[in-house]
């Protein structure tokens, strides 16, 4: 399931009107790399991730953004690796990535 996910997360970011053409390849790069490592992972930490990271992603590309949920979604998908940090420290690096640049786009 996880795997579907990012891939609707991808497609999504690839349609998404309020990304400059620059952001949106390098988030679409780090989902890529981010789908990679979370193969690795157990079924319930990879959906997790992943749902989070769909979370964060649908509320950075509204029309109308809601920094309330978009804070919620970041901060659940931070929480959702920080228990992985040892044993799959690319991973935390990756999704941290993510939620920098969501972050500095001022989403």
């Keep these: 399931m996880s795997k579907q ?3 609707q997360i991808t497609n999504k970011l690839a349609q998404a009107d309020g990304l400059d053409a620059e952001a949106r390849q390098e988030l679409l790069g780090m989902l890529e790399a981010l789908q990679a490592e979370i ?3 157990g079924d319930e930490h990879a959906e997790s991730i992943a749902s989070f990271a769909g979370a964060a992603t649908h509320e950075a590309t509204r029309h ?7 804070r ?3 901060d659940g998908l931070e929480e959702s690796v920080k228990e992985l940090e040892a044993e799959h420290p690319k ?3 990756i999704v941290n990535g993510i939620c ?3 972050s500095n786009l001022g989403i």
């Excluded at 109308?64 to 978009?70: E, V």
């Design 72 to 74: 919620h979604a970041v």
């Design 91 to 93: 991973t935390v690096e």
């Design 5 to 7: 996910l990012i891939e």
């Design 64 to 70: 109308a953004r809601n920094p309330n949920l978009l």
């Design 100 to 102: 920098t640049m969501l």
């Design 39 to 41: 193969g690795g992972l």
